[in-house]
């Protein structure tokens, strides 16, 4: 017999029958040590030789081996003939077994354990093995964990270590070093190096094993059914889950069936169809099978780890773990396949698990989209739409992770192609079958989502969807944005609902596998006529990335023509490229150059892309200039070939010479930008000859324009040029009459930049040739400039002397003929009747020009002419002029009738005549101040400005005391002036020419209020992004004085004293209630931008300079006193006077997905920590300084009856939610006040509550989603600010007394403790009532979540806070508005809050105390 010779290695026969009884007594959790005389052979041969004798028992009974008489002879017949005990056999191999479980485990150890672990599963598939009670679920299990035992662990954990690594690089921060952590580590290696070394040979022998286990076990579960075993069938599907990822798999897997075991050779093929047998109805219900195998599949397809117990661990997305993701896919399509109809349920059930537990973060949302979508692709269309619609709700959940997800799997859907419904399916369900439905409702639907992080994703995928092959997604896109285009949101279905399952999750580790039902509760729509304004909106929106987002999407729509290429549309491209982030900058830059590529042949395209590219090249990042520069390289100076080899079908050679056009015509005004970028190609010797030569064969072409435009830039730093050409094309400039007034310009300069390399002959030639060009005045205004410039680089010579006798010679020449002219215009009595208005602009704009570089030339005659074309009228001459009035002949003409075109010119002429001559911009100052104050003409104010920023440059002192009259500009009645002196005030400032003084901090400041948006728009810029770096505490040093400026209060001792004339006052003047939004805009705009710091002590200084003085008689509580008075109260009581360390705007996106939870709870005590200390120094202050100064206040107001004590008690009632607790110990000297001031706050508080009864809370229907349900933090924003998308309409009450009694009967421990309830009161002042339609968020029922019925909304499984609500209410609806929000008692919060409710049988005791 050579099965019982096989068996002599194991000496069952010397095995005790106490020993074995023992094993079998301690169920196979341990075994006894064997007696010393026992030697049992530990040899793998030997268990190789007692498989393959028993295997063929495995078989059927027809293969099995023969008896003496012929007959198939049972193993078990064998056993009992040769006195084979199975129980010794059973012990003898689970002493193997476990020995095969220590770490340190020899190799011979753990191959013997996998050996014995499958010889123990080869007996069990022999027939026979329950009649002889072979079967022990502890024994089996532990075969099964013998592949986890013996495989080396420590693979595991470098896995383990590296995924924890990505995951920090993930973050946008890492996360913080703990000592914990540290000693976890050396732990772990300390652990790792105990463990027995294994070569590459060792780990084969072992794999070995672990095929040989594996073969066993899928013999065993095609003979032996596991129906009364579900917990050892639960352990077989997750030891099979496991090894899917064992190993890599060279090609697809075959996931048919009737397979071979035999030829099956990698580890997941086995393993694959060790989970297709487990789905067999012979191992149980069929629909408990699917429910377990599905389940483990679930972590394969997330990429997560998980054991027998705890969290799921996350797995670093390798190619090994994405293939093994992707045959996880495979399998359950080939279940689905096979199964139909059964297997449906549960493949529902894995995807909504999908999207409930997928991680946040890109790369696993993305493959876990695909994955969603491969597989709804196997199920029919009434399932796919009853899915989708699924979809659709879980898209508008609360958790931000979710909507992310939502999205990616609505794009890969759009990848596939679009569904046609098909007879049966029910009329309701037909739309969501539709790539409209998807673009519309669950892309586009997302556009004004509460999360940055999902608008700016959902803007994304717009783009996207404009470059899928599907026509129907841009089809869909293009409806978005015409103005035909219906509503496309469905009524009736949920932007926000709740988690129901038969069992209500609350952690991540709780959640069953089950059907996750979502409720709908509310209708939500859109008009897509409003879609294109709202884009533009998020374009400037606050979030970077959602701006970002917005670009890439306005590029996209642009690119494919869903909406027109306008100038309007392009011009919000090109102003991104100036955006305050560095990002967005760079996004808008690619976004013009990706648009231009796509249609360069558009001229308002190629205008946008000069505009936005073009000036980036002075931009403050280095990386935004050498981008700008080398795009600029790229589309224009690498293009320019010879005339020669050019052609118009070249598209990128004429898209150049299109640009140079441009800049040449229509956008001229980029001349010094394109200027600096030659600078600094020259300093790298771009400017070869061959480009040189190019761009002169072109001069006499059809682009002359752009080549001479290039050549003026080039002219300077390339002395080697065809000087030939050049003057030739001089020649004809001067003989021509048709050349453009900018070409003439760049030809002049390019003349200019040759001179010194020419001769003197052809040098005096062209200086002459100017002289007459200048003395014709038939040149426009850019070409005299342009003469007179290159006439003195001209006449440039090594000695000063020589260059000023020259120009005194021909630029003296130019204003003597310029005094003649206008002698002869102004001082003849009829001169003014036959003025040629442009000929007289001319002579004075070249005797301006002129006169700058021939100071000593000009008389006092010609001052007098210019000073005579800006006078006028006798009458109006001012104070400050009379001495020069005197000496003016002003009998020899009448009053000044000269245009408006020509004052303003001599307005420019005369301030450069006054930057030559320091006593003319003494006298004249005076001037140009009068026509500030009296001129109507808007060109002549306008230069008046320029010429005053100008003389304040050169002569900074003695124009300082004008600068009032330059700032009251900034109320004129024209926008063109007021934003010219708004720029030029800026430069000022910045450049410390002018100083904050007197009123230019608020005459500056009132301009965030104008009347023009765009004015106001600039100014906030110019204070924030300029001026504010500049000077940090420039708001806080001037904002109690904004107080009494805008109030005009000139009663206080200090502020507002600085002296104005009455017009500028009520030109400036903020007074009256009419105007208080106004002012109140100017002050939260100051206090956004206060730091922590400043806004402690404008605290301070404004209960000091402003509450005291009332209080101390100072200031008088008259008409004008109760006005600041009750300003000052309004002006406490802002939210942006908190600090943010205690209002939590640091972190009021805590739904923001992009911590984990160590790095989100690290955040959340430092928080706590530092809220602590801050909270604690403030109310110290409060107590001490605010407190006494309310308390007599109140006192004074009370006796003269003042309005303002509603002021006062408004501002009371906000701060005591915070200090209720400080201010009665403060008020407990006093019962009797402290008793008055809790009965005031209490009606105060019900006036306001009984106001906010009659009002209710609306969503926005045009802002494509629901405000969120969630944290507390969020709770606040909503009844302060209106909805914030998405959040679900569900039933609300207001809050019984019920409920407040119920919670007052909880232990103070508990009430203070981390588990506390949340209780918000919502009479707020500044809260304004919406849509009377929908009731107010957060009305709650007196239950908890421990009793759930009807819908529970908001399950978020351990990552935020349960909002519970219920249609059942006890009670009236007229109780107090509040609501109450419970935090899940399986979850901490880490922040917590003190109480603000106390038992009235405590008050009651405490006033009997006193009594």
């Not at 409806?479 to 035909?484: D, G, K, N, Y």
């Not at 006593?919 to 109507?936: D, G, N, Q, V, W």
């Not at 400026?1045 to 004293?1057: L, V």
Request: glycine fraction near 6%; proline fraction near 4%.
């Amino acid at each position: 017999m050579e099965l019982i010779h096989a068996l002599d290695f194991l000496n069952l026969k010397d095995v005790s029958g106490g020993w074995v009884d023992a094993v079998w007594d301690l169920e196979f959790t341990e075994t006894e040590p064997l007696d010393a005389a026992i030697v049992i052979k530990n040899g793998s041969k030997e268990f190789k030789t007692l498989y393959s004798h028993l295997l063929p028992y495995m078989t059927d009974t027809e293969v099995s081996p023969l008896g003496t008489d012929g007959a198939s002879q049972s193993v078990w017949t064998v056993f009992g003939d040769n006195g084979v005990s199975v129980k010794s056999l059973v012990a003898v191999l689970s002493y193997f077994v476990l020995g095969g479980k220590s770490k340190t485990a020899s190799v011979q150890q753990r191959i013997s354990a996998l050996q014995a672990s499958s010889l123990y599963l080869l007996l069990l598939g022999i027939p026979g093995s329950v009649v002889n009670k072979m079967f022990h679920q502890i024994l089996f299990d532990t075969c099964l964990n013998t592949v986890s035992n013996c495989w080396p662990q420590s693979l595991v954990k470098k896995r383990k270590k590296d995924t924890l690594k990505s995951s920090q690089a993930d973050g946008k921060r890492s996360k913080p070093h703990r000592k914990d952590n540290d000693e976890m580590d050396v732990d772990e290696d300390e652990e790792q190096d105990e463990e027995v070394h294994l070569s590459p040979q060792d780990l084969l022998k072992i794999r070995e094993g672990v095929v040989l286990l594996v073969k066993s076990l899928l013999r065993l579960l095609l003979k032996f059914p596991l129906k009364d075993e579900p917990q050892s069938a639960d352990n077989c599907v997750q030891m099979f889950a496991k090894l899917t990822n064992f190993e890599p798999v060279i090609g697809e897997l075959n996931f048919g069936a009737g397979q071979d075991i035999d030829d099956m050779r990698t580890m997941p093929e086995l393993a694959y169809y060790g989970l297709w047998l487990l789905c067999s109805s012979n191992h149980g219900d069929e629909k408990v099978s699917l429910r377990r195998v599905f389940h483990r599949v679930l972590y394969v397809i997330l990429m997560m780890s998980k054991g027998e117990s705890g969290k799921p661990s996350l797995m670093m997305a390798t190619q090994a773990v994405l293939a093994a993701r992707d045959q996880a896919i495979g399998f359950v399509s080939h279940v689905v396949d096979e199964l139909k109809e059964p297997a449906l349920p549960f493949l529902r059930i894995l995807l909504q698990h999908i999207s409930f537990r997928m991680v946040d973060k890109t790369d696993y949302r993305t493959h876990g989209a695909q994955a969603v979508a491969k597989l709804l692709a196997k199920m029919p269309c009434g399932d796919y739409a009853s899915f989708i619609k699924w979809l659709f709700d879980y898209s508008r959940q609360s958790k931000v992770a979710y909507r992310m997800f939502a999205l990616d799997v609505t794009m890969a859907l759009l990848e596939q192609p679009e569904r046609e419904a098909n007879e049966n399916l029910d009329a309701e369900l037909v739309s969501f079958l539709s790539h409209r439905f998807l673009v519309h409702n669950m892309v586009f639907g997302r556009r004004s989502d509460a999360s940055p992080t999902v608008r700016g994703h959902a803007l994304t995928c717009l783009a996207q969807c404009l470059e899928l092959p599907s026509m129907n997604a841009t089809r869909s896109i293009k409806e978005l944005f015409s103005t035909t285009s219906a509503q496309t949101v469905l009524d009736g279905h949920s932007s926000e609902g709740t988690l129901n399952s038969q069992t209500t999750p609350k952690t991540f580790k709780t959640l069953p596998f089950k059907t996750i039902e979502i409720t709908n509760s509310d209708h939500a729509s859109f008009e897509s006529k409003d879609t294109m304004a709202l884009l533009k909106r998020r374009v400037s929106d606050p979030k970077t990335n959602v701006r970002k987002c917005a670009l890439q999407a306005m590029m996209g729509l642009l690119k494919h023509n869903v909406i027109m290429l306008s100038e309007g549309n392009l011009t919000v491209l090109s102003e991104r490229t100036r955006d305050p982030a560095l990002s967005v900058k760079k996004k808008a830059l690619q976004c013009l150059i990706d648009l231009l590529a796509a249609h360069p042949e558009n001229s308002l395209v190629q205008k946008a892309w000069l505009r936005g590219v073009v000036p980036a090249v002075v931009d403050a990042e280095s990386s935004v200039q050498e981008k700008a520069l080398e795009c600029l390289q790229q589309t224009i100076l690498s293009q320019v070939k010879s005339h020669g080899s050019y052609s118009y079908r070249d598209a990128q050679q004429t898209l150049t010479w299109d640009l140079l056009g441009l800049l040449c015509d229509h956008c001229q005004d980029l001349d010094r930008y394109f200027s600096r970028a030659f600078t600094v190609w020259s300093k790298q010797n771009k400017f070869t000859a061959a480009f040189i030569n190019n761009l002169i064969s072109h001069t006499e072409a059809e682009h002359a324009a752009g080549a001479w435009l290039l050549l003026s830039k080039v002219a300077s730093s390339c002395p080697r040029l065809d000087y030939g050409k050049i003057l030739d094309a001089w020649d004809d400039l001067v003989r021509s009459k048709n050349v453009t007034v900018t070409t003439s310009c760049h030809i002049l300069c390019v003349i200019g930049d040759i001179g010194e390399h020419l001769n003197e002959d052809t040098k005096s030639r062209i200086v002459e040739d100017i002289i007459t060009w200048l003395k014709s005045f038939e040149m426009p205004l850019e070409v005299i400039s342009a003469s007179v410039e290159t006439l003195c680089r001209l006449g440039k010579a090594e000695a000063v002397s020589d260059t000023q006798t020259f120009l005194n010679q021909h630029c003296g020449e130019l204003v003597s003929v310029c005094e003649a002219y206008l002698s002869g215009v102004i001082l003849n009595e009829n001169g003014a009747q036959n003025l040629n208005e442009d000929l007289v602009v001319k002579h004075l704009y070249t005797l301006g020009v002129a006169s700058l570089h021939c100071p000593s030339k000009v008389g006092k005659r010609i001052v007098l002419l210019v000073q005579s074309v800006l006078t006028s009228s006798v009458e109006q001459q001012s104070e400050g002029s009379e001495e020069l009035a005197c000496s003016q002949p002003l009998s020899q003409f009448k009053a000044s009738s000269m245009p408006s075109s020509v004052r303003a010119h001599a307005v420019i002429t005369l301030g450069k005549l006054c930057l030559q001559h320091e006593e003319l911009t003494r006298k004249y100052l005076p001037a140009f101040a009068r026509e500030l104050e009296l001129c109507s003409e808007l060109a002549v104010r306008s230069n008046v400005v320029v010429v005053m920023c100008d003389l304040c440059v050169r002569y900074t002192n003695m124009v300082d005391r004008y600068v009032p009259n330059v700032s009251a500009c900034l109320r004129d009645k024209e926008p063109l002036i007021r934003k010219q002196t708004l720029t030029m005030l800026t430069n000022l400032l910045q450049e410390e020419f002018v100083k904050w003084k007197g009123s230019l901090f608020f005459r500056f400041i009132a301009v965030l209020v104008d009347s023009d948006p765009t004015i106001a728009s600039l100014c906030e810029y110019y204070l924030v992004h300029l001026l504010l770096k500049k000077n940090p505490v420039m708001f806080s040093q001037h904002f109690i004085e904004c107080i009494f400026h805008f109030n005009s209060y000139e009663k206080h001792k200090t502020y507002n004293k600085f002296p104005q004339a009455a017009s500028e006052k009520a030109k400036f003047s903020l007074k009256g209630a009419q105007n208080k939004e106004r002012r109140f805009t100017i002050y939260r705009f100051l206090l956004v931008h206060f730091t922590d710091a400043q806004r402690f002590n404008i605290t301070i200084k404004i209960s000091q300079n402003i509450l005291a003085c009332f209080v101390d008689g100072e200031l008088p509580l008259d008409g004008d006193g109760a006005a600041v008075l009750a300003e000052t109260f309004g002006i406490l009581s802002l939210k942006e006077i908190k600090l943010s360390a205690l209002s939590g705007a640091e972190g009021a996106g805590g739904d923001e997905p992009h911590e984990d939870e160590q790095m989100a709870m690290a955040k959340a005590v430092m928080q706590v920590a530092q809220k602590k200390v801050v909270s604690q120094v403030q109310k110290k202050v409060f107590i001490e300084s605010m407190i006494p100064i309310i308390i007599n206040l109140k006192s004074m107001l009370e006796q003269k009856r003042s309005p303002v004590l509603k002021d006062l008690m408004g501002y009371l009632q906000l701060t005591m939610q915070d200090y209720r607790s400080e201010v009665k110990e403060f008020f407990a000297a006093d019962e009797q006040l402290a008793v008055e001031m809790e009965y005031n706050l209490k009606m105060y508080e019900k006036e306001m509550e009984a106001q906010m009864a009659h009002c209710s809370l609306g969503g926005d229907a045009a802002s494509g989603g629901t405000p969120i349900l969630g944290s507390p933090a969020s709770a606040h924003r909503l009844l302060q600010t209106g909805f914030a998308t998405p959040q679900p309409f569900g039933p609300s009450h207001l809050l019984t007394q019920r409920l407040v009694q119920s919670d007052r009967r909880q232990p103070a421990k508990q009430r203070s403790g981390p588990h506390r309830s949340w209780v918000m009161v919502t009479g707020d002042r500044n809260f304004t009532p919406l849509d009377g339609s929908v009731k107010p968020k957060g009305g709650v029922c007196d239950r908890a979540i421990s009793t759930p019925q009807g819908n529970i909304h908001e399950v978020t499984f351990g990552d935020g806070v349960s909002a519970i609500f219920s249609d059942r209410r006890t009670g009236s609806n007229t109780g107090e508005g509040r609501v109450l929000q419970l935090i899940s008692p399986d979850q901490q919060t880490p922040v917590p809050r003190q109480w603000n409710v106390q038992s009235p049988l405590n008050q009651k005791r405490t006033r009997q105390i006193h009594q």
